[in-house]
């Protein structure tokens, strides 16, 4: 079975640091996401990579970096929270050439005060 | 870009009932339609996809239609069971093995009664 990890189940930050969010895959999978969910938004594309070192904005990329330096990890940064990126975070992966089935984490829900 | 809509966002049925959700797409290139189902506290899980060049796909009591023509694909869920309370997403994107860019439903919450 593919597994997705996420560092923290549940994180709280005040506004103005800086927050790393891990995610881990086990399938050697090239392609790896981050959405952000919200009531009655649905899921929304942050950033995604579909390669080490490779990464293209989502749709919603502004306060937010991301890091590939490994197959297997993608790392979402936000470099100063601000209250407004209060969410659940999911992480999702995919691989090329098989089918097309995103496998998500179990997500981070971040709470920025 | 793609724009998908997902009706209702909300749904309460009896144990044993039937339950649809329905889903619209706009771009006619889209070929591949999963369905996800997140139980509180968890990441989405597929529970079902279905490609272009099939009009309907079932999975004992889950079955899933598309109608290209007026692009939009519904997920039926038969005898509902306590356990089917959940969150249900629709998505479209255009599958081929390589790259996708997944367009995500808002979302359906399904309350099942027992």
């Known amino acids: 079975d593919v597994k997705v990890t996420q560092s923290s189940r549940y994180l709280v930050k005040r506004t103005g640091e800086k927050v790393f969010l891990e995610c881990v895959q086990d399938?050697?999978?090239?392609?790896m996401f981050w959405y952000r969910q919200d009531p009655g938004l649905g899921l929304r594309l942050i950033y995604f990579s579909y390669d080490v070192k490779m990464k293209e904005k989502g749709d919603i990329p502004e306060g937010y970096s991301v890091s590939r330096e490994k197959k297997e990890r993608f790392s979402l940064i936000l470099e100063s929270a601000s209250t407004n990126q209060t969410s659940m975070y999911l992480c999702a992966s995919f691989g090329r050439g098989g089918t097309d089935t995103q496998y998500f984490g179990p997500g981070t829900r971040l709470t920025v005060l | 870009g793609e724009n998908v809509e997902q009706h209702p966002s909300t749904l309460s049925v009896q144990e044993g009932d039937s339950a649809v959700i329905k889903c619209t797409y706009s771009?006619?290139?889209?070929?591949?339609f999963p369905w996800y189902k997140q139980e509180l506290g968890k990441g989405p899980q597929l529970i079902i996809d279905i490609r272009s060049n099939v009009g309907e796909k079932k999975d004992q009591r889950i079955a899933v239609t598309l109608n290209k023509t007026a692009k939009h694909f519904s997920l039926h869920i038969t005898e509902t069971q306590p356990e089917d309370s959940a969150v249900y997403f629709c998505?479209?994107?255009?599958?081929?093995?390589?790259?996708?860019?997944?367009?995500f439903g808002t979302g359906t919450k399904l309350q099942v009664i027992p």
């Open positions: 399938m050697d999978h090239e392609n």
């Open positions: 771009d006619s290139a889209s070929n591949y």
């Open positions: 998505a479209a994107s255009i599958g081929s093995g390589g790259y996708q860019k997944v367009t």
